[in-house]
């Protein structure tokens, strides 16, 4: 079985520029996340789709950042425009869903190896 | 807010020691209670959970341990093996399905 994917693995790119991150879930898995870790501090949430529609985007930062999941299969995550601050790695997750009657604390959540961003 | 504290931020041990890693956190509604091993260059990868019906769980060398009153959990890891070096973070689960990671304990095994 495929695991998370991630593309591109590392992007560079000057301050006000934009970049999109691509996550492709394990198939069949209807949730997917995103978290980032920037310079110095822990991995942090930023939003959680279930199948097409966010289920929690309280983790966003700014509306300098957009996430879609058209078809609620892989994701973008798009930064318009890019700030030095946003320098970091991004993760995507992704969990089977639960289903009816069944905790989401039952459905651990797999991670790619993520996409290093360089905002220069 | 939710907060997770780890401890401690690095740790050295000699190969075949045991290594323990602590996790406190302060939602008392966490009910799931997971640790990620991340290599480098890689992203974090599930290698043992549990849930807050269960007070411990073995799996081979790896066992968590969850302290519910106390709100804290820890990762055992007994003989020690050179690839067991790694970053390990704690990520209980918070409001709705985040996880909340602490900021990470550095192991290093020495042969």
């Known amino acids: 079985e495929a695991g998370v994917t991630q593309f591109p693995s590392h992007s560079v790119i000057e301050k006000g520029q934009t970049v999109t991150l691509r996550c492709d879930p394990i198939?069949?898995?209807?949730?997917l996340y995103w978290y980032r870790r920037v310079m110095g501090k822990e991995i942090k949430f930023l939003l959680h789709?279930?199948?097409?529609?966010?289920?929690?985007e309280s983790g966003m930062p700014n509306n300098r950042f957009l996430a879609e999941r058209t078809g609620g299969t892989y994701s973008t995550l798009k930064v318009q425009p890019a700030e030095l601050e946003d320098s970091g790695v991004y993760f995507c997750?992704?969990?089977?869903?639960?289903?009816?009657?069944?905790?989401?604390?039952?459905?651990?959540?797999?991670f790619g190896d993520g996409t290093r961003l360089s905002i220069l | 807010g939710e907060n997770v504290e780890q401890h401690p931020s690095t740790l050295s041990v000699q190969e075949g020691d045991s290594a323990v890693i602590k996790c406190t956190y302060s939602?008392?509604?966490?009910?799931?209670f997971p640790w990620y091993k991340q290599e480098l260059g890689k992203g974090p990868q599930l290698i043992i959970d549990?849930?807050?019906?269960?007070g411990e769980k073995k799996d081979q060398r790896i066992a968590v341990t969850l302290n519910k009153t106390a709100k804290h959990f820890s990762l055992h890891i007994t003989e020690t093996q050179p690839e067991d070096s790694a970053v390990y973070f704690c990520?209980?689960?918070?409001?709705?399905?985040?996880?909340?990671f602490g900021a990470g304990t550095r192991l290093a095994v020495h042969p």
């Open positions: 939602d008392s509604a966490s009910n799931y």
């Open positions: 789709f279930v199948k097409e529609s966010k289920q929690d």
């Open positions: 198939s069949g898995h209807d949730n």
């Open positions: 549990i849930r807050s019906n269960v």
């Open positions: 997750a992704s969990s089977q869903f639960p289903g009816q009657g069944v905790s989401y604390s039952n459905q651990p959540q797999h």
């Open positions: 990520a209980p689960r918070g409001g709705y399905n985040k996880l909340i």
